[in-house]
């Protein structure tokens, strides 16, 4: 791979971090976890989450990533720090672990699109709806077949370097996808008893933070803004020297917050005005939305659409995180792009299978009282990325000389930074700290 690209313009870059970024973590993940963690209170810990840890990782991931100037663990060599590379190299296996259930998420996303277009909504009750989904997720074949219909699009895309098409129609879809959630939202919250949700979600009730609780906020953190695990590393990589990463931080980390709260609020009046129980889990967006759009006019039709959009912003992130192994492979091992992302594809489909039937078949397996899809979403947001996180704070914080990373950040003075003296202490004592604390709160239960 000796022609490794750049990012054309600065939009292109937002485009691509943001892309990455906002995808399940922010539509699927945040609002079922938020409904198992008690509300508001997690929403409160989450945010703090991204302040203290986001914003500083994400830009420290990032300027490595410039600096190195080549992939997750390919940069630490180049950085003259090969033995770090390992660092890199987690976060390769950590791609990989979360594609294993990412892309049957993803998968469903394909299979609701179909339904939508098949108008299958119309006249089902939230029973109905909680009862398909169920028959299909724990179907033996069906979930596999659209699972790795997206690996195969995802595989496509990387491999034919078509990421700047994709990145370009979704800078597009990423507005019309904002205001289809806005609209969303406003249906909603005028549903009969939407206050509850409401409630629910901004009045936070302190004693249900728990070490748990603070955990599953911290990983959700890192989860959304795909940061402590080489993929914006990677995207770094591909970032010119005049770019300001602060303002790229902040846009991203504002435009993926604000897309899960908005998720949020679409999602919890609903669950409250149907009677659902808010805690049940990976299923809850797709058996409250389509009730949702069952009460709008026009709501088949809107369906349609708002599925479209969401397997568009579920492929740009599927897009980063294959990235990454791709990347990795065709520098480090001399591969063709596109023979290392078919490559890293085809490893990747027995876990996937696996991680599909472990909701139905074989659920029975438990490791560690989880399935292998819950399984692979805990280790990797609640261990891998945090730990990288907390790796690359100490490489970016106390190892790389705080001079040259200045440097870098502001292209030799070139560009005013606003808060480097914050970033730099937030990444040399806050993050590492923090994180630090929240791994041992596992222990001092
Ligand atoms: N941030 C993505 C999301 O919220 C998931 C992701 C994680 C993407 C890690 C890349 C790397 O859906």
């Known amino acids: 791979m000796e022609n490794r690209g750049n990012f054309a313009t600065k939009l292109g870059i937002i485009a691509a971090v943001a892309g990455s970024a906002v995808g399940l973590g922010n539509i699927w993940r945040f609002p079922y976890l938020l409904g198992q963690n008690g509300g508001a209170a997690f ?4 945010l703090l989450c991204v302040v203290l840890m986001g914003i500083p990782v994400m830009m420290a ?8 100037g080549r992939n997750a663990s390919g940069a630490f060599k180049a950085l003259g720090r090969p033995k770090w590379s390992l660092l890199g190299k987690m976060g390769v296996l950590c791609a990989f672990l979360i594609l294993g259930f990412y892309y049957v998420v993803a998968g469903w996303t394909l299979e609701y699109t179909f339904q939508a277009i098949k108008f299958d909504f119309i006249g089902q009750t939230p029973g109905d709806l909680a ?23 995802t ?19 990423m507005p019309i996808l904002f205001i289809f959630i806005i609209v969303l939202a406003i249906r909603s919250v005028t549903l009969p008893g939407a206050m509850e949700g409401l409630k629910f979600l901004f009045k936070p009730d302190f004693g249900k933070i728990t070490a748990d609780v603070v955990l599953s906020a911290m990983g959700q953190a890192f989860f959304s803004l795909s940061i402590g695990m080489g993929c914006l590393l990677t995207y770094g990589s591909y970032v010119k020297k005049d770019v300001n990463l602060e303002n790229t931080t902040f846009q991203v980390v504002t435009i ?3 897309v ?56 740009t992130s599927t897009i980063s995180l294959l990235e990454v192994v791709t990347a990795y492979f065709g520098e480090e091992f ?39 899809f819950d399984f692979l979403d805990k280790i990797t947001s609640q261990i891998f990325m945090p730990l990288g996180g907390l790796l690359i704070c100490i490489f970016v914080g106390w190892i790389l ?24 202490f937030l990444v040399r004592y806050v993050s590492p700290v923090v994180i630090l604390l929240i791994f041992l709160g596992q222990f001092l239960r």
């Not at 929403?43 to 989450?46: A, Q, R």
């Not at 809850?284 to 088949?300: A, D, E, K, R, Y």
């Open 43 to 46: 929403f409160l810990v989450y």
């Open 61 to 68: 991931e990032m300027s490595l990533g410039r600096m190195g």
């Open 131 to 153: 009862d398909s989904f169920a028959a299909f997720s724990t179907h033996n074949i069906r979930p596999i077949v659209t699972a790795v219909a997206f690996m195969i699009i």
């Open 155 to 173: 595989c496509l895309v990387v491999s034919f370097g078509v990421k700047k098409g994709i990145e370009n129609s979704s800078r597009m879809l």
């Open 256 to 258: 993926d917050s604000l």
């Open 260 to 315: 899960a709260v908005l998720a949020a609020i679409a999602i919890f009046p609903a669950v409250f005005s149907m009677g659902l129980d808010p805690g049940q889990g990976p299923q809850l967006v797709f058996v409250t939305l389509p009730h949702v759009f069952n009460q709008m006019p026009g709501g088949s039709i809107f369906a349609i659409i708002f599925f479209l959009l969401l397997v568009v912003t579920t492929l």
């Open 334 to 372: 001399n591969m063709k792009r596109g023979k290392a992302a078919v490559v890293a594809s085809l490893i990747n489909v027995p876990l996937v299978v696996l991680a599909s039937l472990s909701l139905g078949q074989l659920g029975h397996i438990q490791l560690f009282h989880c399935n292998i």
């Open 401 to 424: 000389p705080g001079k040259d990373l200045h440097e870098s950040l502001s292209n030799k003075g070139k560009i005013k930074l606003r808060i480097w003296s914050v970033f730099y």
